[in-house]
């Protein structure tokens, strides 16, 4: 179950756009509600800003420990296509969020095809839809 700030939450709908950059992920992302959320409550809408860095965790606990020692609260608790996903707010220290997810097949495979999608791009036909 989605956790927000501490309470019980429902996962933001949003827009997103992805593309790579060599082994790089770009995401471009639009919040499509205004339910409270780790996308809207540090970055107002309408503004543009680097958003967030992910990083793959393979020890929650440790990488938890280490942000929330240093102040950093938990912004968002929940899955990403079946995996845990932890949103850490980082915007004091860092100017931007950290994602912690776990390593995730799922997301792998979905990313996957992204990324061999930009191989070789020669910079036309600007949007590929996958599947």
């Not at 995401?27 to 509600?33: Q, T, V, Y």
């Not at 107002?44 to 860095?53: D, E, F, I, N």
């Not at 220290?93 to 390593?103: D, Q, R, Y």
């Not at 995730?104 to 999608?117: E, L, R, S, Y």
């Amino acid at each position: 179950n989605p956790v927000y700030r501490g309470k019980p939450s429902i996962t933001p709908n949003a827009a997103a756009a992805m593309a790579y950059a060599g082994d790089m992920q770009i995401e471009l992302i639009s919040p499509l509600d205004d339910i409270p959320s780790y996308w809207t409550d540090r970055t107002p809408r309408g503004r543009t800003a680097l958003h967030h860095v992910a990083v793959n965790s393979v020890d929650y606990g440790a990488d938890l420990e280490f942000f929330t020692a240093g102040g950093a609260e938990v912004a968002f608790s929940g899955l990403m296509m079946g995996y845990p996903v932890y949103w850490i707010d980082t915007i004091d220290a860092l100017g931007f969020m950290m994602e912690l997810k776990t390593p995730n097949p799922v997301a792998d495979g979905v990313f996957g095809q992204i990324k061999a999608a930009s191989v070789n791009w020669d910079g036309t036909g600007r949007v590929r839809k996958l599947g």
